[in-house]
């Protein structure tokens, strides 16, 4: 008898893009909603930026506004590794030396207008866009794409984007 209870042995492994070409990837990305981590709770005006350097590490900057956009700003300095430089959709994130996370980029505009990244466990995602705001019905199909591969879509927020 085993263990693990864990849900997530149950779910299928996480697909990702066929490929990301990663210098049209890096830039600037609103976060639109995710299941949050502890300190992305009272985040508003979130947005990830990616930046590739020459040693081809992906330089990442998260900031955020907290409660509000007159908020304190909050910014983390996570660094970014490519873990599988085949198709450079899978990626390892790291907050805290030694530890890496991993970050599945599962859905990607063919225009790069909006990504989404995975966690394998789904406990937690990241839907991101070029421009603050999302098409509903973009969302929509978003939101029925990651309840389809097992994430549970009531812990999914959305984070406010409220600029001036």
């Known amino acids: 008898m085993s263990c693990n209870n864990s849900a997530s042995s149950e779910l ?67 660094t970014g590794y490519i873990h599988n430089k085949e198709t450079n959709a899978e990626w390892r994130m790291q907050f805290v030396w030694p530890f890496k996370m991993p970050f599945l980029i599962i859905t990607l505009d063919e225009d790069y207008e909006y990504t989404v990244i995975g966690y394998p466990s789904r406990k937690y995602v990241w839907i991101m866009a070029r421009k603050p705001q999302m098409s509903d019905e973009v969302y929509r199909s978003i939101i029925g794409d990651l309840e389809e591969i097992g994430y549970d879509i009531s812990k999914i927020k959305k984070v406010p984007q409220s600029w001036k």
């Open 12 to 78: 299928p492994e996480m697909k990702t893009v066929e490929y990301v070409d990663i210098e049209r990837y890096m830039g600037d990305w609103y976060v639109i909603a995710n299941i949050p981590t502890f300190i992305e709770k009272r985040a508003t005006n979130a947005i990830e930026s990616y930046r590739l350097s020459d040693e081809g590490i992906i330089e990442t900057t998260f900031s955020f506004y907290e409660d509000s956009p007159d908020g304190e700003k909050k910014i983390y300095k996570p």
